[in-house]
């Protein structure tokens, strides 16, 4: 006759066994322990305990109070139980009684009967204790091998689920306990411990030389500034930008239609005069009346004549001239055409193309104690493989507001690279200040620390 599968300890074992490895989250694992685990072994009430964080879970219910007196007896008791060595075995008042009086007298009163307890086998955080209390009067005790295979499958199946989340921290706590134990055994200058920090003091007391980074271009040094000699509005560009230009050659000119009819107006003017100066001196010869006006006349003359010179110069000087060589430096003209220009007002720089600087703009945090001649490193962003050499010539003492809306200090570095390079005016990228030498760890705290004592204010 065939026997029921309900009644196979062999086909109930497997069965769990399959179930167990569907189960997807920890507690449902718990929950199965618990109450399935009646099959094989029947019982009213199972309680599984996990070391370091008490009871977990109890048969029956999904639910219980920690905080009753049933279960802070339970939580007494199950680390007396958990600490025997043999294991699993059938426990009574009586054993519990030489480990703790209290928690002995107080058996009959919540079991009542022998309890079956059971190690489950450990690793990392699986739990390590599960108690079945107030047995069954018909138990087959051929079943306990298969029950002790059940628990293997089942602490397999948590330690699937468990990984992700306590694997690490379980070899990392089984590492630093070898780890310990070997370096009992060792000299102290043999530790490994001392000789990490000995290492470590020595990484941060390394000296390494301090920098500081910068926005900077490339600029033309002492260049001649074209300004603006007189008001008025330029009519026209005789150069292009980054042309080459020599001095006396033309490089923008006003419109002098206004100009020139002042200057007719005044020529007329000084011709009236001369006229009437020249009328008055013939009849000064015989009259008296005339003669005493010739003075009058005279300064008449010499005003009109003097602001006929005064419009000969301002038109002389309506076509600007180079003053020097060199290369003009001038974003778009046709941006000045028709624009009025006051008297002073630059309108275009000469640079000579083999003297070229580096113009850094330093924050407030990073103004250090600079050499004055420290050396300057510069990394055009388009070339950032050739960086170019410099040395600093000056760092301005005051602060300056920038139009990214902060402040900063300008600073000028004459570059060493011989006349003729590749670097050209306008080329941007990143500036390296070289300072002192420092220790690793100030170099590496300066920033932090800074930040700190201006939030604490100390």
């Not at 300890?9 to 066994?17: M, R």
């Not at 490193?377 to 050739?386: G, I």
């Given at each position: 006759?065939?026997?029921?599968?309900?009644?196979?300890?062999?086909?109930?074992?497997?069965?769990?066994?399959?179930?167990?490895?569907?189960?997807d989250e920890l507690q449902g694992l718990f929950f199965m322990l618990v109450n399935?685990?009646?099959?094989?072994?029947?019982?009213?009430?199972?309680?599984?305990?996990?070391?370091?964080?008490?009871?977990?879970?109890?048969?029956?219910?999904?639910?219980?109070?920690?905080?009753?007196?049933?279960?802070?007896?339970?939580?007494?008791?199950?680390?007396?139980?958990?600490?025997?060595?043999?294991?699993?075995?059938?426990?009574?008042?009586?054993?519990?009684?030489?480990?703790?009086?209290?928690?002995?007298?107080?058996?009959?009163?919540?079991?009542?009967?022998?309890?079956?307890?059971?190690?489950?086998?450990?690793?990392?955080?699986?739990?390590?204790?599960?108690?079945?209390?107030?047995?069954?009067?018909?138990?087959?005790?051929?079943?306990?091998?298969?029950?002790?295979?059940?628990?293997?499958?089942?602490?397999?199946?948590?330690?699937?689920?468990?990984?992700?989340?306590?694997?690490?921290?379980?070899?990392?706590?089984?590492?630093?306990?070898?780890?310990?134990?070997?370096?009992?055994?060792?000299?102290?200058?043999?530790?490994?411990?001392?000789?990490?920090?000995?290492?470590?003091?020595?990484?941060?007391?390394?000296?390494?030389?301090?920098?500081?980074?910068?926005?900077?271009?490339?600029?033309?040094?002492?260049?001649?500034?074209?300004?603006?000699?007189?008001?008025?509005?330029?009519?026209?560009?005789?150069?292009?930008?980054?042309?080459?230009?020599?001095?006396?050659?033309?490089?923008?000119?006003?419109?002098?239609?206004?100009?020139?009819?002042?200057?007719?107006?005044?020529?007329?003017?000084?011709?009236?005069?001369?006229?009437?100066?020249?009328?008055?001196?013939?009849?000064?010869?015989?009259?008296?009346?005339?003669?005493?006006?010739?003075?009058?006349?005279?300064?008449?003359?010499?005003?009109?004549?003097?602001?006929?010179?005064?419009?000969?110069?301002?038109?002389?000087?309506?076509?600007?001239?180079?003053?020097?060589?060199?290369?003009?430096?001038?974003?778009?003209?046709?941006?000045?055409?028709?624009?009025?220009?006051?008297?002073?007002?630059?309108?275009?720089?000469?640079?000579?193309?083999?003297?070229?600087?580096?113009?850094?703009?330093?924050?407030?945090?990073?103004?250090?104690?600079?050499?004055?001649?420290?050396?300057?490193?510069?990394?055009?962003?388009?070339?950032?493989?050739?960086?170019?050499?410099?040395?600093?010539?000056?760092?301005?003492?005051?602060?300056?507001?920038?139009?990214?809306?902060?402040?900063?200090?300008?600073?000028?570095?004459?570059?060493?690279?011989?006349?003729?390079?590749?670097?050209?005016?306008?080329?941007?990228?990143?500036?390296?200040?070289?300072?002192?030498?420092?220790?690793?760890?100030?170099?590496?705290?300066?920033?932090?620390?800074?930040?700190?004592?201006?939030?604490?204010?100390?």
């Open positions: 006759m065939t026997q029921n599968p309900e009644h196979n300890p062999l086909l109930i074992t497997l069965d769990l066994a399959h179930r167990a490895r569907t189960v399935d685990s009646k099959r094989l072994l029947p019982y009213r009430q199972a309680v599984l305990w996990r070391e370091g964080q008490g009871v977990a879970c109890v048969s029956g219910v999904t639910q219980f109070d920690a905080g009753s007196p049933y279960m802070l007896w339970l939580a007494r008791l199950c680390p007396l139980l958990h600490a025997q060595a043999a294991l699993p075995r059938v426990l009574h008042a009586d054993d519990v009684m030489p480990l703790n009086a209290a928690v002995g007298n107080e058996w009959p009163q919540w079991l009542g009967g022998p309890l079956v307890c059971f190690s489950v086998p450990a690793d990392g955080d699986v739990p390590g204790l599960l108690c079945l209390m107030q047995l069954e009067p018909a138990q087959d005790t051929t079943t306990m091998p298969l029950l002790e295979e059940w628990f293997a499958t089942w602490a397999y199946c948590y330690r699937a689920l468990a990984r992700p989340r306590f694997h690490l921290r379980h070899v990392l706590r089984k590492r630093w306990q070898q780890w310990r134990s070997l370096e009992a055994t060792l000299p102290w200058w043999k530790r490994r411990h001392i000789m990490i920090g000995m290492g470590l003091a020595a990484l941060l007391l390394f000296p390494v030389q301090m920098t500081v980074l910068a926005p900077a271009e490339i600029v033309p040094a002492r260049p001649v500034m074209v300004r603006a000699p007189l008001e008025g509005v330029i009519k026209q560009f005789f150069v292009q930008p980054n042309a080459t230009v020599k001095a006396g050659q033309p490089l923008f000119a006003y419109d002098d239609e206004a100009l020139r009819a002042k200057l007719d107006v005044a020529s007329q003017a000084v011709q009236a005069a001369e006229s009437e100066y020249r009328q008055y001196a013939q009849l000064a010869l015989s009259d008296q009346k005339s003669k005493n006006q010739i003075a009058a006349l005279q300064a008449k003359l010499n005003e009109k004549q003097i602001e006929l010179d005064f419009l000969q110069g301002q038109l002389a000087r309506a076509t600007v001239q180079a003053s020097a060589d060199g290369v003009a430096v001038i974003d778009e003209p046709t941006e000045w055409i028709g624009k009025p220009v006051q008297v002073g007002e630059r309108v275009m720089k000469l640079a000579r193309p083999d003297a070229l600087e580096v113009e850094a703009w330093l924050s407030l945090s990073d103004r250090l104690d600079f050499d004055p001649d420290a050396a300057v490193r510069f990394y055009r962003a388009a070339l950032p493989f050739s960086p170019l050499d410099a040395r600093l010539r000056y760092i301005a003492y005051e602060a300056q507001p920038r139009p990214e809306g902060h402040f900063a200090y300008r600073v000028r570095g004459t570059l060493t690279q011989p006349p003729g390079g590749d670097a050209q005016i306008g080329q941007r990228g990143t500036a390296k200040l070289y300072a002192g030498w420092t220790p690793l760890a100030y170099w590496v705290l300066r920033k932090p620390l800074a930040a700190i004592r201006q939030y604490l204010a100390i």
